[in-house]
């Protein structure tokens, strides 16, 4: 088992900077990819990033490319994610999940992961 724990989120204007970190504890070594996802009001779960824990390469959503960045510290079981220039669009619920499977590191996909956290919401104000 795997518990992640976000924080980091608020509220912030387009332009603006967050900084999200996940937590994890548990049995933090069976996981090869942890990921980033968001999800806003009436709309469907987004892969946002994801972090192959092995190797520490990275994959992002379009939408994101450019703006966001993930990292890992590993000492501290901890993932960030790094969130610059954002937009209202960016607004959302954004999890941080844990993946078993070494598939993952094809790209962010909801089914690949085991372990969720619960939330952080993230508000850009225009």
């Known amino acids: 088992q795997v518990q992640l724990v976000e924080s980091g989120g608020g509220s912030v204007q387009a332009g603006g900077s967050l900084r999200l970190s996940c937590a994890a504890s548990?049995?933090?070594?069976?996981?090869?990819?942890m990921g980033w996802f968001r999800q806003a009001p009436g709309k469907e779960r987004e892969g946002v990033a994801r972090i192959y824990t092995g190797g520490g390469s990275t994959y992002y959503a379009d939408s994101v490319k450019g703006r966001f960045t993930i990292s890992q510290d590993n000492a501290k079981n901890t993932v960030y994610l790094q969130m610059n220039s954002l937009k209202p669009e960016d607004t959302a619920m954004y999890y941080c999940?844990?993946?078993?499977?070494?598939?993952?590191?094809?790209?962010?996909?909801?089914?690949?992961?085991?372990?969720w956290g619960q939330g952080t919401q993230v508000t850009v104000s225009s």
């Open positions: 999940a844990a993946a078993v499977t070494p598939s993952c590191w094809y790209g962010i996909f909801g089914y690949d992961y085991n372990y």
């Open positions: 548990g049995y933090t070594s069976s996981s090869n990819c």
